[in-house]
């Protein structure tokens, strides 16, 4: 079992429409959890940065963290066709320590 | 934001030779890199973490005799890949630590494509 999962996808969707991706994971000394955006055949790009549970919105991203039930999801409000990429969820057991990535699911947004 | 830079951006090699990356923070001190290697429509898999001024930590199943990192400087990190095979063939990718808004965050370079005939 890997440590951490996620759904490869692709997940299509309408514009405007909202994304919906998660990932669960089973190593609970996880404590930094982050989103990263990866083009085809680009490095990946910082989306959302959380600590511990909660929410944190920045624009059209929000983003959840449970840790009860060791399980992180992003939202996509107002999805656009810019916004068709992989999506990487990573975590992390201390700040600055090496990231353990989830598989990556692929996003469509049709216009 | 944090700006990493890799060189080349692809390379074509014959096997046998060996091939150096560089990994460069543009616009912040990096006392931490990572490389990564990416296989098409796979995820990421950590293959090393480099420190500045010391010697890099490995993952399992990485050669380190095979794959070579320096970090000589706060802002360059190189992994050389020696004797090149085409099953070297990937996707690297290296990110630097960043210390902003009192939260270390890595970001990634653009990557480096390696195709070994």
């Known amino acids: 079992q890997k440590e951490v999962e996620q759904d490869p996808g692709p997940l299509s969707v309408p514009e405007g429409a909202i994304v919906s991706l998660n990932c669960t994971y089973s190593n609970s000394a996880f404590q930094y959890f982050m989103w990263y955006r990866q083009y085809s055949r680009k490095g990946p790009e910082l989306l959302m940065y959380t600590y511990s549970s909660g929410n944190k919105e920045d624009g059209r991203f929000t983003a959840q963290v449970d840790k009860s039930s060791k399980y992180i999801s992003l939202f996509i409000r107002d999805s656009q066709p810019s916004d068709s990429a992989t999506y990487l969820c990573?975590?992390?057991?201390?700040?600055?320590?090496?990231?353990?990535f989830g598989g990556g699911t692929r996003v469509l947004v049709k216009p | 934001g944090a700006v990493v830079s890799q060189h080349p951006s692809w390379v074509i090699c014959k096997s046998g030779t060996s091939v150096k990356i560089e990994c460069r923070s543009l616009d912040f001190q990096a006392t931490t890199m990572f490389w990564y290697r990416q296989f098409p429509k796979q995820s990421l898999m950590l293959m090393a973490t480099s420190n500045e001024g010391s010697k890099a930590t490995y993952e399992q199943g990485v050669e380190k005799d095979k794959f070579l990192i320096n970090h000589a400087s706060l802002t360059l990190s190189t992994l050389t890949v020696t004797s090149a095979h085409p099953e070297d063939s990937s996707f690297y990718i290296c990110?630097?630590?960043?210390?902003?808004?009192?939260?270390?965050?890595?970001?990634f370079g653009p990557g480096t494509r390696l195709l070994v005939l």
């Open positions: 990110s630097a630590l960043s210390w902003r808004g009192r939260k270390e965050t890595q970001y």
């Open positions: 990573a975590m992390s057991v201390a700040a600055g320590n090496k990231l353990t």
